[in-house]
DNA sequence: AGAGTTCGTACAGCGCCTAAACATACTCGC
DNA sequence: GCGAGTATGTTTAGGCGCTGTACGAACTCT
């Protein structure tokens, strides 16, 4: 029952090569094969054989390991297909290992229980400007709602198997230390260690930092149902514009984890001024404040999703000025977005935070431009789709991280029963 | 002897999870031990089990069998260094194993043979333009290219493990086929294929493909004496501008190959109309035709190295209007810099084509322009320079990719003698 | 010269995968 | 209804690679 940081889907630090032997040969293939029961659907272990290319034997002793950890359940015999004996249908247990999510956001503190299916067992919020108050108030806060979930998580029979933490800032991996979050004012803050201090109950899992823009970019590759597609760019929308880059399935934050900061492209050399000293950037004129200031909107708050409510109500009926702010702001953001696909050419991009139900009105424009700065727009066409997650993306990534390392290696840690 | 292509470091088409068993295990502490021994330097059986985790006893077998395979040699005894019997010190034997690389451009081919330690042991050119010649003709040159290659590489008793191929076009890697070079105004050339056909000698090893700009990115990578960067991005200036984008080690060339085009990022969106058809097109303010343009050079070839030695005259006697178009480029160059850093935070931008001798006059106002533009620049100071490989990156990548793939798997291949 | 230390190798043991054989369960055809 | 045929799942022997321990070798220090 370990209870430090694991290694795993998110990274830590360095990574430094180590030596392998029989049982990263177990944990490989136990993975393999829980992998393929959990994307092809129910399977026989035969079937599960011949799509991982293991021996039958190899499978049967991997799946009664899987069975005792409680990861897969046997389905009784299936209907036989054809002539021979009917193999019996192995399936994912969704409910056979679950993580908590915690996001700590300058307007409130969510969070959820998410099973190994993805689905969101368990959820609860608490609003309100968090930019006032301290580190310590918050987080006392925010550990209590955490002891709710892992009760609540254990009243449903789920297994917690991590607790990941979403934070809007700057995020030291290693030390799982926030280091700077500019909207809460918060610096060099434990936060960890500190939820695992402030909580009534002891976690008995480990407890995993990362940034929110991450988490939700993580979010959408894992639960987001993207089909096929494992190279995506999220661009999240706010007051800033941030992305989260997915290449091959692979989350890239930078090498310092300063990376995703699409809003500070620039777009409009003669454009206005940016608070980042520079003229032009994305986020001037495709953020927030751009639409809603474009858009005449005056009576609505200046960040979140309530910030848009008002803006939706006039695009429902038609308001020709703030469909000409968004459309506007599309084809800046398609200024952004062809650059990205420009150089890396990922094949869809996924809309969040405000601009996922501004979706409707941002894609057209947004797809013009992009097709006229694209070299190979035409051979390679662009999916844009507003994200399946919205608001929750990042909580459900944080939720979902240690579920991902139980996927690595199922048999890995214990498979307490709660 | 496989003749095929071999998995490794350049990926083909879609990698399915594969089973694991102890032959990987051994591969994986294969792999580990030999890179342990090159890029620690010389160090004895007993530091390499202490350096890499895995016991003396494994580390001596693997041991043994590297040397049967030539990759690695005993240096006799070391001087004591402290109390106990001194340790045989172990080193990379650079003459193992050679790569044959093959660089066909529009201005010319390019042959050569690289061992190991990522030193040049043979290069032959032949210069002319391409443009009007058939792939047939081209292909038949190359190929006598190449046997000359792998008989000097025989004559230096170097076994060769591979050749690689880079050409100037969109590459199928998974069929080895050059779907589309626009500049040498070929489609659908099954390169390799060809090559092979075309040759006198019998080449007793595979022949890969792959796009020139991605295999003098990994050039840099593996052999430009990068140090710890494995994060960069090699920005290639000629009449196109474009860029290979290595992050964590790893070349990321896009979902579909159409990646690093660097050259149509917008960057002055009142600019001049680009081929591609949108407007301020970065090659358009910093490619070489802006550049001799703006310089008022007019006495030199419009592409290739020889274009830019009129300029670089001008600039060693200070000619003010030269300098002004090569800074200028700069700073039309550090807008996309600085693209590239926010989106990726990459710490490391390499200058190549014929950007790299233009570096001394490029360096000052990019560096400035990304320091305007680049939130983190102040944390995170960003490092320029020029390619080491120069001219050659391509070539020596082609030649090196063939060794990657031993030293992932130093016993996988036969360990042919010269 | 002997004690202490470190290096390299030899050997038994264990875990994991493979291959082949076997028991099981069902369909098909007569 | 019953045997032949087929596919599933399990069992068993065998091979391979890593670990831990033991042992010989080589060198320093006192």
Redesign the interface.
């Known amino acids: 029952m370990s209870t430090g940081p694991t290694p795993g889907s998110v990274p830590r630090a360095t990574e430094r090569?180590?030596?392998?032997?029989?049982a990263?040969?177990r944990r490989?293939?136990a993975a393999?094969v829980l992998?393929c029961v959990s994307e092809a659907g129910p399977l026989s272990r035969a079937r599960v054989a011949a799509h991982?290319?293991?021996t039958r034997a190899?499978v049967g002793t991997i799946v009664d390991e899987l069975i005792a950890g409680g990861l897969v359940s046997e389905q009784g015999t299936r209907a036989p297909a054809g002539v021979g004996r009917p193999g019996t249908d192995l399936a994912l247990r969704p409910d056979g290992a679950a993580g908590v999510g915690l996001e700590i956001n300058v307007d409130g503190i969510v969070a959820a229980v998410v099973d190994l299916g993805g689905t969101v067992r368990h959820r609860a919020a608490r609003s309100g400007d968090l930019r006032g108050r301290t580190a310590a108030a918050v987080l006392r806060s925010a550990a209590r709602m955490v002891d709710d979930a892992v009760a609540a998580a254990y009243d449903l029979g789920l297994p917690v198997r991590g607790i990941g933490v979403a934070v809007p800032g700057l995020v030291d991996l290693g030390e799982q230390v926030l280091r700077l979050a500019p909207n809460l004012g918060w610096t060099d803050v434990a936060v960890a260690e500190r939820l695992r201090s402030y909580a009534v109950t002891s976690w008995p899992c480990p407890v995993v930092l990362d940034n929110e823009a991450n988490l939700a970019a993580l979010g959408e590759l894992w639960t987001g149902g993207h089909g096929s597609t494992d190279?995506f760019v999220l661009v999240n929308g706010d007051v800033g514009v941030g992305?989260g880059?997915v290449?091959?399935g692979?989350l890239?934050?930078?090498?310092?984890?300063?990376?995703?900061?699409?809003g500070?492209?620039?777009?409009?050399?003669?454009g206005p001024e940016c608070r980042?000293?520079?003229r032009g950037c994305l986020e001037q004129v495709a953020g927030l404040d751009f639409i809603l200031r474009q858009a005449g909107v005056r009576d609505a708050p200046r960040t979140g999703e309530d910030a848009v409510a008002p803006l939706l109500a006039r695009l429902a009926r038609g308001d020709e000025r703030a469909v000409a702010a968004v459309r506007q702001a599309g084809e800046s953001l398609g200024?952004g977005v062809?650059?990205?696909v420009?150089?890396?050419?990922?094949?869809t991009v996924i809309l969040g935070g405000v601009f996922a139900p501004l979706f409707p009105w941002l894609d057209e424009p947004l797809q013009a431009v992009v097709h006229?700065?694209?070299?190979?727009a035409a051979?390679?066409p662009l999916t844009v789709r507003p994200s399946r997650l919205g608001r929750d993306a990042a909580v459900i990534g944080a939720a979902y991280a240690p579920l991902r390392d139980v996927l690595a290696d199922p048999l890995g840690a214990d498979a307490s029963v709660a």
Chains 1, 2 share one sequence.
Request: overall charge negative; hydrophobic content about 40%.
């Open positions: 090569p180590r030596p392998t032997d029989q990263d040969v490989h293939n393999l992998g991982t290319g293991l190899t190279s992305a880059v290449l091959e692979r890239h934050r930078g090498s310092r984890g300063f990376g995703g900061e699409l500070h492209l620039t777009v409009a050399p003669d980042c000293g520079a200024v062809a650059a990205l420009n150089l890396f050419d990922v094949d006229r700065r694209v070299l190979s051979w390679a």
